[in-house]
C-alpha cells in the first residue's frame, strides 16, 4: 500500500500539467471574436484609405503660368473629392496656375482636398508654390528661335524631336521647301544664328506657341529678301481673322508689310539682299497693332500710321504660324529668309531712346487768303518725332520752335511765314 501512493501522486500531477497545456495551445482562439468585428467595419473606411493614397498632384514645388494645369480630381470610384485652395488667385478651381506679380513675390498654396463616402470622410492637404513673375525687363522670352538647335536641312523631318515648331495640318501637299541654312549669300546672319530659308511653291505652314498673359506683347525677326524671293508671312492664325507681317514677294523689289484681319497688305520697301530687323507691337487689351523696322543706326522707323485697330478672333494672340507663298504659286520661288524671332512682353523688349528727330508737320495750311483788314494768327503747328511711334514733339521741351510773321494785313501782297524749329 505504501508502495502506490507515490505513483498515484505522479499520476495526478501529469494530468495538472496535461490541463495547463491544453489551456495555453488555446489561448489564440480568444482572438476570433477580434477579427469578426474588424470584418463588420465601414466598408467606406477602406475605399475612402484607398483614394487618400492613390491621389497626388506631382511635383507642385515650382509652378508657373506655363505649366500643364493641374488636375484636381472631383470623384474616384464612388469617393466624391472636394478642393479647397488657400489664397484664391493663383491656382484656380479648374488647375489654371497664374503667376503672381515680381513684387508680390512667390507664393505658398494649401490645396486641401476632402475625400467623403457616406459618413466616412478624410482630408489631404497639398502644399505648391507658385513662383512670381520676373521682373518685366528681365521676362524671358515667350519664343527665342535662333534655328541653332536644327542641323542644316529640311526642318520638316527634324520637328518631331527638335524645336517647339510643328507641321499645320491640311497642308500634306504642301511643296514649298523649309530649310535650315548656315549660310545666306555670303552675308553673315544676325547673331551668329541660323536661319530659315523658304522657297515658296504650293502653300506650307509651321506653327510655334506663344504661352503669354500679358497685354502687350512684342515680336521681332531678321529677314532677308532676294531678287525675285518667295514671301514669308507671319501670322497670328492659319484662318480669319488674323494679324500678318513679314516679307512681301515683290519681284526685283523687296518689300516688308504689315495687315490687319487678312485686309490689304501695306508695304513697305527695303532694299535686296540686306538683312531687316522687324518688329510688331500687339495690344492684346486694346486690339491695335503698330509695325517698325530698324535703319542701319538702329533707330526704330514706323510702318503704320499709329496704333492699328484689328479683330483678332477668341484664340487671341497664342500662336504663331509661318506661312510660305499661297496655294497656287506657279513654280518655286528664289528663298527669302528668317531667322532670330523673339517674343516678349514689351518691358523685355523695349523701344530704343532714338534722340530728337523732326518729322512730318501738320495744321499749316501752303496758302492762306485774307482780306484786307482782317485778322491773321499764325498756325500752331503739330509736329511729329521722326523715329519710333512718331510721338507729338511738345513745344520748347523736346524742341524749339520760332515764327518769324511779316504779314501785313493792311497791305497787299504775298508774305511767307517763317517756322524755324530745332531740336533741343
Same mark, same amino acid.
Given at each position: 500500500?505504501?508502495?502506490?501512493?507515490?505513483?498515484?501522486?505522479?499520476?495526478?500531477?501529469?494530468?495538472?500539467?496535461?490541463?495547463?497545456?491544453?489551456?495555453t495551445?488555446t489561448?489564440?482562439?480568444?482572438?476570433?471574436?477580434?477579427?469578426?468585428?474588424?470584418?463588420?467595419?465601414?466598408?467606406?473606411?477602406?475605399l475612402?484609405?484607398?483614394?487618400?493614397d492613390?491621389?497626388?498632384?506631382?511635383?507642385?514645388?515650382?509652378?508657373?503660368?506655363?505649366?500643364?494645369?493641374?488636375?484636381?480630381?472631383?470623384?474616384?470610384?464612388?469617393?466624391?473629392?472636394?478642393?479647397?485652395?488657400?489664397?484664391?488667385?493663383?491656382?484656380?478651381?479648374?488647375?489654371?496656375?497664374?503667376?503672381?506679380?515680381?513684387?508680390?513675390?512667390?507664393?505658398?498654396?494649401?490645396?486641401?482636398?476632402?475625400?467623403?463616402?457616406?459618413?466616412?470622410?478624410?482630408?489631404?492637404?497639398?502644399?505648391?508654390?507658385?513662383?512670381?513673375?520676373?521682373?518685366?525687363?528681365?521676362?524671358?522670352?515667350?519664343?527665342?528661335?535662333?534655328?541653332?538647335?536644327?542641323?542644316?536641312?529640311?526642318?520638316? %523631318?527634324?520637328?518631331e +524631336?527638335?524645336? #517647339?515648331?510643328?507641321?499645320? &495640318? $491640311?497642308?500634306? /501637299?504642301?511643296? *514649298?521647301?523649309?530649310?535650315?541654312?548656315?549660310?545666306?549669300?555670303?552675308?553673315?546672319?544676325?547673331?551668329?544664328?541660323?536661319?530659315?530659308?523658304?522657297?515658296?511653291?504650293?502653300?506650307?505652314?509651321?506653327?510655334?506657341?506663344?504661352?503669354h498673359?500679358?497685354?502687350?506683347?512684342?515680336?521681332?525677326a531678321?529677314?532677308?529678301?532676294?531678287?525675285?524671293?518667295?514671301?514669308?508671312?507671319?501670322? %497670328?492664325?492659319?484662318? +480669319?481673322?488674323? #494679324?500678318?507681317?513679314?516679307? &512681301? $514677294?515683290?519681284? /526685283?523689289?523687296? *518689300?516688308?508689310?504689315?495687315?490687319?484681319?487678312?485686309?490689304?497688305?501695306?508695304?513697305?520697301?527695303?532694299?535686296?539682299?540686306?538683312?531687316?530687323?522687324?518688329?510688331?507691337?500687339?495690344?492684346?487689351?486694346?486690339?491695335?497693332v503698330?509695325?517698325?523696322?530698324?535703319d542701319?543706326a538702329?533707330?526704330?522707323?514706323?510702318?503704320?500710321?499709329?496704333?492699328?485697330?484689328y479683330?483678332?478672333?477668341?484664340?487671341?494672340?497664342?500662336s504663331l504660324? #509661318?506661312?510660305?507663298?499661297? &496655294?497656287?504659286?506657279?513654280?518655286?520661288?528664289?528663298?527669302?529668309?528668317?531667322?532670330?524671332?523673339?517674343?516678349?512682353?514689351?518691358?523685355a523688349?523695349?523701344?530704343?531712346?532714338?534722340p530728337?528727330?523732326l518729322?512730318?508737320?501738320?495744321?499749316?495750311?501752303?496758302?492762306?487768303?485774307?482780306?484786307?483788314?482782317?485778322?491773321?494768327?499764325?498756325?500752331?503747328?503739330?509736329?511729329?518725332?521722326?523715329?519710333?511711334?512718331?510721338?507729338?514733339?511738345?513745344?520748347?521741351?523736346?524742341?524749339?520752335?520760332?515764327?518769324?510773321?511779316?504779314?501785313?494785313?493792311?497791305?497787299?501782297?504775298?508774305y511767307?511765314?517763317?517756322?524755324?524749329?530745332?531740336?533741343?
Open positions: 500500500m505504501k508502495r502506490l501512493i507515490p505513483l498515484f501522486l505522479v499520476l495526478l500531477m501529469t494530468i495538472v500539467l496535461a490541463g495547463c497545456k491544453d489551456e495551445t489561448v489564440p482562439t480568444t482572438l476570433a471574436p477580434t477579427t469578426i468585428s474588424q470584418s463588420t467595419a465601414d466598408p467606406g473606411i477602406d475612402v484609405d484607398s483614394v487618400y492613390w491621389l497626388s498632384l506631382g511635383d507642385i514645388s515650382a509652378l508657373l503660368s506655363t505649366s500643364p494645369r493641374l488636375i484636381l480630381p472631383t470623384s474616384r470610384d464612388g469617393v466624391a473629392i472636394t478642393w479647397d485652395i488657400d489664397p484664391e488667385g493663383y491656382i484656380a478651381p479648374n488647375g489654371v496656375v497664374t503667376q503672381p506679380d515680381h513684387e508680390t513675390g512667390n507664393q505658398e498654396v494649401t490645396l486641401t482636398a476632402t475625400l467623403t463616402y457616406g459618413e466616412v470622410e478624410r482630408t489631404k492637404i497639398f502644399t505648391a508654390t507658385v513662383i512670381a513673375l520676373t521682373t518685366p525687363e528681365d521676362n524671358p522670352p515667350i519664343m527665342n528661335e535662333t534655328f541653332n538647335d536644327y542641323a542644316d536641312g529640311n526642318i520638316a %523631318t527634324q520637328m +524631336t527638335v524645336g #517647339i515648331w510643328a507641321p499645320v &495640318s $491640311g497642308k500634306s /501637299s504642301a511643296t *514649298s521647301l523649309f530649310s535650315v541654312v548656315s549660310e545666306v549669300g555670303g552675308n553673315p546672319i544676325p547673331g551668329g544664328s541660323k536661319a530659315l530659308e523658304i522657297r515658296s511653291h504650293l502653300e506650307n505652314q509651321i506653327v510655334g506657341p506663344l504661352f498673359t500679358f497685354d502687350k506683347i512684342v515680336i521681332e531678321d529677314v532677308y529678301q532676294t531678287e525675285n524671293g518667295s514671301p514669308i508671312y507671319l501670322q %497670328t492664325s492659319q484662318s +480669319t481673322p488674323a #494679324i500678318g507681317f513679314g516679307l &512681301s $514677294g515683290a519681284g /526685283s523689289t523687296a *518689300s516688308i508689310y504689315y495687315r490687319t484681319d487678312n485686309g490689304d497688305e501695306y508695304k513697305t520697301q527695303i532694299q535686296l539682299n540686306t538683312w531687316y530687323k522687324i518688329r510688331l507691337e500687339v495690344d492684346v487689351l486694346n486690339n491695335t503698330e509695325f517698325f523696322y530698324y542701319s538702329g533707330h526704330l522707323i514706323p510702318c503704320t500710321p499709329g496704333p492699328v485697330a479683330t483678332l478672333g477668341e484664340g487671341g494672340f497664342v504660324f #509661318i506661312r510660305s507663298g499661297s &496655294s497656287n504659286t506657279p513654280a518655286q520661288q528664289a528663298p527669302a529668309y528668317i531667322t532670330n524671332i523673339v517674343a516678349n512682353r514689351i518691358e523688349l523695349p523701344k530704343p531712346d532714338d530728337v528727330k518729322g512730318s508737320v501738320s495744321g499749316i495750311e501752303a496758302i492762306e487768303v485774307i482780306e484786307n483788314g482782317g485778322t491773321y494768327t499764325p498756325a500752331e503747328p503739330v509736329v511729329k518725332g521722326y523715329y519710333g511711334a512718331q510721338d507729338i514733339l511738345e513745344k520748347d521741351t523736346d524742341y524749339t520752335l520760332e515764327i518769324t510773321n511779316p504779314v501785313d494785313v493792311d497791305v497787299n501782297g504775298n511767307s511765314d517763317l517756322y524755324d524749329h530745332e531740336s533741343s
